[in-house]
Nanobody, 124 residues
Framework: QVQLVESGGGLVQVGGSLRLSCAAS????????MGWFRQAPGKEREFVAS????????YYADSVNGRFTISRDNAKDTVYLQMNNLKPEDTAVYSC?????????????????WGQGTQVTVSS
């Protein structure tokens, strides 16, 4: 099993920044990639970004590309999501996920383990 704990959410004004962290523990060696998803009230969960534990490959949703950056610290088994120029439509619960075999990075069914999520609220 892999346990994921997110942190770093909060309330921020439009145009502000936040950095989310996701610390993984347990059988992290069984995973090949990590991803961030978000879910706003009344909406479906949507892909935000993902990154493999090795190499430089990253994936972003069009809605965040150029504003958000996903990165990792392999020594700490931690993945980060730097969010800049935040907009009200970025308001959601952000969850990290770990994948054992990243077939389709943008699909939540590609991920095997999930964190509890952290709330991000962007006020206008």
């Amino acid at each position: 099993q892999v346990q994921l704990v997110e942190s770093g959410g909060g309330l921020v004004q439009v145009g502000g920044s936040l950095r989310l962290s996701c610390a993984a523990s347990g059988r992290t060696f069984s995973t090949v990639a990590m991803g961030w998803f978000r879910q706003a009230p009344g909406k479906e969960r949507e892909f935000v970004a993902s990154i493999r534990w090795t190499g430089r490959t990253t994936y972003y949703a069009d809605s965040v590309n150029g504003r958000f950056t996903i990165s990792r610290d392999n020594a700490k088994d931690t993945v980060y999501l730097q969010m800049n120029n935040l907009k009200p439509e970025d308001t959601a619960v952000y969850s990290c996920a770990a994948s054992k075999a990243l077939r389709v990075p943008t699909m939540d069914r590609s991920y095997d383990y999930w964190g509890q999520g952290t709330q991000v609220t962007v006020s206008s």
